[in-house]
């Protein structure tokens, strides 16, 4: 029954925004899962993008985190476009538009009275450098860090929770290495 | 000689409990669970049972209570728990507060009331004070042990959120205080009744320590009839299945909740870390003056979720980073704080028949001694932390979607940035009767966030209660009868834009009628909209948006009613008639987040507004049928549709397809030509920090939250600062 519910077209078209919400009751009403979920959910995402790079995770609507060769996983759009190792941030290698005014936040806070108090808050909205999707918003006191959403343990996933383990293992794959690189920044 | 088990004492009880979870990784050291092994229908139907008395309590018990929020809304809560304070199970309702009751039993123990003032079969222990497990004063918690041959095997449990808390701000959301001197009628652990009953002297506090006694009398003896039933049906229980049965299937019961819970989360979850955040804005400045000068002043808020799920499954919420503890109503000891945080937790993970403290089991926490969320001085106020760190709850519900998706399980995706509002009332008849109220409507009914397949629905969730609901408003105006209510709606355009857009807030407009000597209005909100709901949006999305709140003081509504001029039915519409030259008033306040005391007279609008949550996804990716629909419907108007999701509507509702791929073309050449690389951004953003260019208010929270060594190494380190820097 959980096979028929969440088979593999069905999947998709919950990846494509486009099952219908009574089906998407059905998933998740399963109960047990359907157990080969990643499994299935990769090999449809692999499907999808236009390039080869094998897709460990999907992290965001648009970006998933690929091994590239042996020895370097970096994010990636659904466009092509790479952001770099995925222990850094990817947001340090987008586009971003900062909007710091009444009338800039306007344009997409549509009600006025929403409008965050911009003495000492902007919006940042990160674009994809390749085909400028919008891949994240902000909204944050002025100078905050941006925000590093997730950081998976890959490793673990892989070897110990889908008994998988990937070609190249290392310890320091779950480390975050965003201040690495504004170390690099800094010394320019 | 103690009460529990094999003469252990309640205090041998409760650290057993922790101590065997720690050394054999199992609730009570359950590796085996021969009941359920051997039988597990049978488990199951004992559950069954215990669950049911609950829910027969909580069914029986409301019709006892007064308040609205107990009567029609179901904020009440019936629970079985083991003698160590483990809940078992529970009826519907405010389930965030199971995660309460073993930090409440714990209490009792170590307050060694097992020998001052006993701890006996019919007696009735009272408490809503915040350092005793219960959140704040509004949450009143009664326990009821349970005994079976002398021996304590058990507790029934009550608790409700009552209309009126006592607070030197009327109503059962005080959004000011600045101390627990200011909270309201707190009562530490209080044996109150006896016998099965209350006693007399108790009730005389709820007429004399309360603003509304007489509804809170009956509230009280809802909590004790509830708590009363709950104990007959766990004694029909051990009646049906034996005694030896009822220890062990409650042991059971917990140790297998714990073992789905962490079986879910390996299934469901990928390991690693997920950062989720929220800020918010309390100002007090210039409203609290000489009286409280250690209250006159303004803050930011910084609630950081540093979730990591390690390789065993065990969450590790990481709060290091929040503020320190203040003389301000968002404080809030840890046992409230985890308890409303779960109200994030339950959706995404509680899937079973009941709930349960298994959750407390899963979850390794770290808020800071210290912090607002922990803190250190016992007197602290805690009027309303549930609103202010308690809502940590949203940034919970991110992280978990969050940890989901990258899994493939995006229909487990569950996204709000709630904005709960509410609001109490004080006031003087005009024949000289004092009343008070306090209204908890909009709580219950939250809209939803966008999730990865659908939009955002309005008006269907609440965070406190699984079982939203709004209320009745014509109850409401029969015990608020100065609230008028002339206009609710879904407000156009008031939510966070998205491939799939959050649900629409909800306006609403009270005409101020008859109020007579006096009333004065406060508001609370635990999404100020200075700052908005939560830091991030969803994969593109825009988040949440904050509440509102206008009055207009001496306005010329009475005569546009006569008039027979359509009603202002939101805060949008009040404004443009007021622009408009056809609503008048003699002055016009509005406020973005919480406000005390705001004298209201005969003729006056109260306006809020809430509800508008966040968006998921790239707006420029939405479906244009969801567009048509959107437009029909008039949830958004033609404007935005073309501005914010590049889509053109023609005249007949109809998407222009040609003219709409243009526009959405447009739209990323604009995006390309506003942006910069990051790296140029973060050039121009370090230099501003080193320079201390900064507003004071966003500077004081960084200068406080710096004190932490982990924030302050991730600023520093993000932005290359020296390690002596300071704000």
Redesign the interface.
């Given at each position: 029954m959980g096979k028929e519910v969440a088979r593999k077209e069905k999947?998709k078209d919950?990846?494509d925004?486009t099952?219908p919400?009574n089906e998407?009751k059905d998933?998740?009403r399963l109960?047990?899962?359907d157990?080969d979920?990643?499994e299935?959910?990769?090999e449809i995402l692999q499907e999808k993008v236009s390039w080869d790079d094998k897709v460990l995770?999907?992290?965001?609507?648009?970006l998933y985190i690929v091994a590239k060769g042996k020895g370097e996983r970096v994010v990636k759009c659904e466009c092509g476009q790479e952001f770099g190792d995925y222990r850094v941030n990817w947001?340090?290698?987008?586009?971003?538009?900062?909007r710091k005014t009444k009338e800039e936040i306007a344009?997409?806070?549509?009600?006025e009275?929403?409008?965050?108090?911009t003495?000492?808050?902007e919006m940042r909205?990160?674009?994809c450098?390749g085909?400028?999707?919008?891949?994240?918003?902000?909204?944050?006191?002025?100078?905050?860090?941006?925000?590093?959403?997730?950081?998976?343990?890959?490793d673990?996933?892989y070897r110990?929770?889908l008994g998988k383990p990937l070609e190249d293992e290392s310890p320091d794959w779950?480390e975050?290495r965003?201040?690495k690189l504004?170390?690099e920044?800094?010394k320019e | 000689m103690g009460i529990g088990e094999n003469g252990k004492t309640l205090i041998e009880l409760v650290e057993e409990r922790e101590r065997i979870f720690k050394e054999t990784g199992h609730a009570y050291g359950l590796k085996d669970m021969p009941l359920l092994d051997s039988d597990p229908v049978k488990l199951m139907k004992f559950q069954s049972r215990l669950i049911a008395g609950c829910v027969s309590a909580r069914e029986t018990g409301r019709l006892i209570a007064a308040s609205p929020a107990a009567l029609l809304m179901g904020e009440l809560l019936f629970m079985v728990a083991t003698p160590a304070g483990d809940v078992i199970c529970s009826s519907h309702g405010l389930v965030g507060h199971i995660q309460c009751v073993p930090f409440f039993i714990k209490a009792f123990a170590d307050l060694n009331y097992e020998e001052n003032p006993g701890i006996n079969e019919g007696d009735l222990f009272s408490c809503n004070d915040g350092l005793y497990g219960p959140p704040h004063a509004s949450d009143c918690y009664l326990g009821l042990p349970i005994f079976h041959d002398g021996e304590l095997i058990a507790w029934a449990i009550a608790m409700n959120h009552i209309a009126e808390a006592g607070a030197v701000v009327a109503g059962n959301l005080p959004a000011f205080s600045a101390s627990t001197f200011t909270d309201g009628f707190v009562y530490p652990p209080t044996k109150s009744g006896e016998n099965f009953q209350q006693h007399k002297w108790w009730e005389m506090y709820w007429h004399r320590r309360t603003r509304l006694g007489r509804i809170n009398v009956l509230d009280d003896k809802m909590r004790a009839a509830g708590a009363i039933k709950v104990h007959a049906i766990v004694h029909e229980a051990i009646e049906e299945f034996g005694i030896d049965y009822f220890k062990q299937g409650i042991k059971e019961i917990l140790e297998r909740e714990r073992r789905q819970l962490m079986n879910l989360i390996?299934?469901?979850a990928?390991?690693?870390?997920?950062?989720?955040?929220r800020?918010h804005?309390v100002r007090y400045k210039d409203q609290i003056g000489k009286l409280f000068p250690n209250s006159d002043r303004d803050w930011?808020f910084h609630f950081p979720l540093d979730m990591t799920?390690t390789?065993d499954g065990v969450m590790h919420p990481d709060y290091e980073g929040l503020n320190t503890e203040a003389d301000f109503h968002g404080n809030i000891h840890p046992s409230g704080a985890i308890a409303i945080a779960a109200l994030g937790q339950w959706p995404m993970v509680a899937?079973s028949s009941t709930t349960n403290t298994s959750l407390s089991y899963a979850m390794d926490y770290n808020i800071p001694k210290g912090s607002m969320g922990n803190p250190s001085n016992p007197f602290a106020a805690v009027s309303m932390g549930v609103g202010v760190v308690g809502y940590q709850c949203v940034p919970f519900q991110q992280a978990f979607s969050?940890?989901f998706?990258?899994?493939?399980?995006?229909?487990?995706c569950f996204l709000r940035g709630a904005t709960p509002y509410g609001y109490g009332l004080e006031g003087i008849f005009e024949d000289g009767e004092r009343w008070a109220g306090g209204n908890f409507s909009c709580i219950g009914a939250d809209s939803t966030g966008g999730q990865?397949?659908?939009d955002g629905s309005p008006c269907n969730g609440a965070l406190t209660n699984p079982e939203s609901d709004h209320g009745e408003v014509e109850l409401f105006e029969f015990l608020e009868p100065t609230q008028l209510n002339i206009g609710r709606k879904l407000?156009p355009?008031?939510c966070g834009?998205g491939?799939?857009r959050g649900g629409l807030?909800m306006g609403g407009v009270h005409l101020i009628t008859k109020p007579g000597q006096h009333l004065a209005i406060s508001i609370f909100t635990s999404v100020s909209?200075?700052?908005?709901a939560?830091?991030?949006?969803d994969?593109?999305?825009?988040?949440a948006?904050?509440t509102?709140t206008y009055f207009y003081h001496g306005t010329n509504m009475y005569e546009l009613l006569d008039k027979g001029v359509p009603y202002p039915s939101d805060?949008?519409e009040a404004k443009k008639m007021y622009d408009d030259g056809i609503l008048t008033a003699e002055s016009v306040e509005?406020f973005?987040g919480d406000i005390s005391n705001i004298a209201c007279k005969d003729g006056d609008l109260y306006i809020w507004?809430c509800h508008?949550n966040s968006g998921?996804?790239?707006?420029?990716?939405r479906?244009y049928d969801l567009l048509e629909e959107d437009v029909k419907y008039g949830w958004l108007t033609k404007d935005?549709v073309q501005?914010?999701y590049g889509v053109v509507v023609d005249e007949d509702g109809k998407v222009n397809e040609k003219e709409s791929e243009a526009q959405r073309k447009k739209i990323?050449e604009t995006?390309?030509e506003?942006?910069?690389?990051?790296?140029d951004?973060?050039?121009a953003?370090?230099k501003?920090?080193l320079d201390k260019d900064?507003?004071e208010?966003?500077a004081e929270?960084?200068r406080d939250c710096m004190t932490y060594e982990k924030f302050s190494k991730?600023?520093k380190?993000?932005?290359?600062l020296p390690d002596d820097y300071n704000l």
């Open positions: 999947i919950l990846i925004g099952l919400w998407v998933i998740i109960k047990p899962k157990d979920r990643f299935k959910v990769i995770l999907r992290i965001s609507d648009k947001k340090y290698n987008a586009r971003i538009r900062v344009e997409v806070v549509t009600v009275d929403g409008i965050p108090n003495d000492f808050m909205e990160f674009y450098p085909c400028y999707v919008q891949l994240g918003v902000e909204v944050v006191p002025h100078g905050y860090p941006p925000i590093f959403e997730i950081l998976p343990d890959l673990t996933l110990d929770w779950f975050d965003t201040t504004t170390e920044w800094g | 390996k299934t469901q990928v390991p690693g870390k997920v950062n989720s955040l800020f804005c930011l799920i390789p899937h969050t940890f998706f990258a899994k493939g399980f995006y229909e487990e990865p397949y659908k407000v355009n008031y834009h491939k799939f807030g909209s200075e700052c908005g939560t830091g991030t949006g994969c593109g999305g825009y988040p948006l904050g509102v805060f949008i509005c973005p507004g508008a998921w996804g790239d707006p420029l990716e479906f935005v501005n914010v990323k995006r390309k506003k942006s910069v690389d990051t790296k951004w973060w050039k953003e370090r501003k920090m900064i507003h208010l966003a929270m960084y991730q600023l380190g993000v932005w290359q």
